[in-house]
């Protein structure tokens, strides 16, 4: 009879905090240094007097924090610390090695490390339960979270031109935090929950080119607040520069009734946002939105009313070059001489409906050609794949030169090899 053991095995030998010294002084002397991962408390705090002195010895030694918090219980936070080092001699801090500083704040007596000149991108990330995404994360966010000195330190970061926010609570003062970085173009915020107390936007334009607002919520709990839709409405109204704007529909409702009125609207060249339904009755609004953007060239909308094909100015969009979205909204776009010369199609062929998805493209494809339009870019998916819709590309698009097929079954590569 065979006699297993339960007891416990033994946890294994931790490594002395001196052993960990001597490895760290010695990576730091090979100069080639460029990421260190410490994966526990106990090995930040090893490495942490070798790093201080390094830092005050050598004025061109950088070190990056990267901390993540993962609050698996309320009062319970697993640490991860992760140190960039980065030797400005021997590792210039280019785009081709690292200029991406990721910060993650709370108060565990770090200390301010001098932000390297170098640096032009940063992402600054908390994440409560460790779960991008989870709207019950919010749950568990004291009002004390948002009122965080977190952003006090920016103001280092003079050179940034790439700001990203994940999965935070955005704190009262951000509009301060934000409005000291003169070179700041690209501002991407995920995954936020918006303080209500979010203090108004009082200063000079802000010099942005790209906004991305992904998932920002509200506070919950709180009664009339519109948070999320007001830091969009501020962001678009102080952004006089704004080329590419990305929403989706916790924000996109204040944005389009702000984007319709406005005198001056942003010269925006991307616009990327959920749209609206057939049920909607404010399709007026986002007629006024696209025929008050002349500027767009690139257009994504997942959702776009039918009924928006009689309200759209034939004059409106007349720089509009890509198109993305469903088959049966996008050909409205195509009833002028718009310079159309993308077209990505998001419908799958399981949404088709009564009609065959062949027939379907067929037909689109059909009608697009019917109005002049020169294709030179086609991306489209297709449960398996179809010869007479390739001959139809084939005939009524010689000037392709981009094709994007996504066939769930046959060989697309072979098929075309053989057209060819």
């Known amino acids: 009879m065979m006699e297993v053991d339960e007891r416990t095995p033994a946890e294994p030998p931790k490594i002395p905090i001196e052993t960990w010294q001597c490895i760290f002084q010695y990576l730091t002397r090979v100069g080639d240094l460029y990421n260190v991962s410490l994966t526990s408390r106990y090995m930040y705090e090893a490495v942490q007097p070798i790093l201080y002195q390094q830092l005050c010895l050598d004025p061109n030694f950088y070190a990056i924090y990267t901390l993540s918090l993962l609050r698996r219980k309320p009062n319970l936070c697993h640490r991860v610390m992760h140190l960039t080092l980065l030797h400005a001699t021997e590792r210039p801090i280019t785009e081709d090695t690292c200029n991406e500083a990721i910060y993650v704040y709370e108060d565990l007596g770090l200390p301010m490390v001098p932000c390297p000149p170098g640096f032009t991108h940063a992402s600054f990330l908390w994440s409560p339960l460790g779960l991008q995404g989870n709207p019950q994360r919010s749950s568990i966010v004291g009002p004390e979270l948002c009122h965080r000195p977190m952003f006090s330190f920016i103001r280092r970061f003079t050179n940034l031109t790439t700001l990203q926010i994940l999965d935070d609570v955005i704190p009262p003062d951000f509009f301060a935090a934000i409005s000291s970085l003169l070179q700041l173009k690209k501002l991407v915020l995920k995954d936020l929950v918006i303080s209500p107390e979010l203090r108004a936007f009082i200063g000079q334009s802000l010099p942005l080119q790209e906004l991305t607002m992904i998932r920002c919520i509200n506070k919950p709990y709180v009664a009339d607040s519109n948070a999320a839709g007001h830091l969009c409405e501020s962001l678009i109204r102080n952004s006089p520069n704004l080329k590419i704007l990305v929403m989706d529909s916790f924000v996109e409702r204040v944005a389009f ?9 942003p010269p925006i060249e991307v616009f990327v ?28 909308m997942t959702r776009i009313p039918r009924e928006l094909g009689t309200l759209l100015p034939r004059g409106a969009l007349p720089k509009l070059a890509s198109i993305k979205g469903q088959i049966k909204s996008i050909g409205i776009f195509f009833n002028s001489e718009r310079p159309i010369e993308e077209v990505t199609i998001t419908d799958t062929p399981a949404s088709a409906g009564g009609v065959s998805w062949d027939t379907q493209l067929i037909q689109f494809f059909e009608l697009i050609n019917a109005y002049g339009v020169v294709l030179r870019s086609l991306s489209f998916s297709v449960g398996q794949w179809s010869e007479e819709v390739f001959l139809c590309i084939c005939k009524l698009f010689p000037k392709l030169k981009v094709l994007k097929i996504q066939c769930n079954t046959g060989n697309v590569d072979q098929v075309c090899v053989n057209y060819l």
């Open 257 to 265: 009734n702000l984007l319709s009125d406005l005198e001056f609207p």
């Open 273 to 300: 946002s959920n749209g609206m339904s057939q049920q909607d009755p404010d399709t007026a609004v986002l007629r006024s939105v696209l025929n008050n953007l002349p500027t767009v060239t690139t257009l994504s």
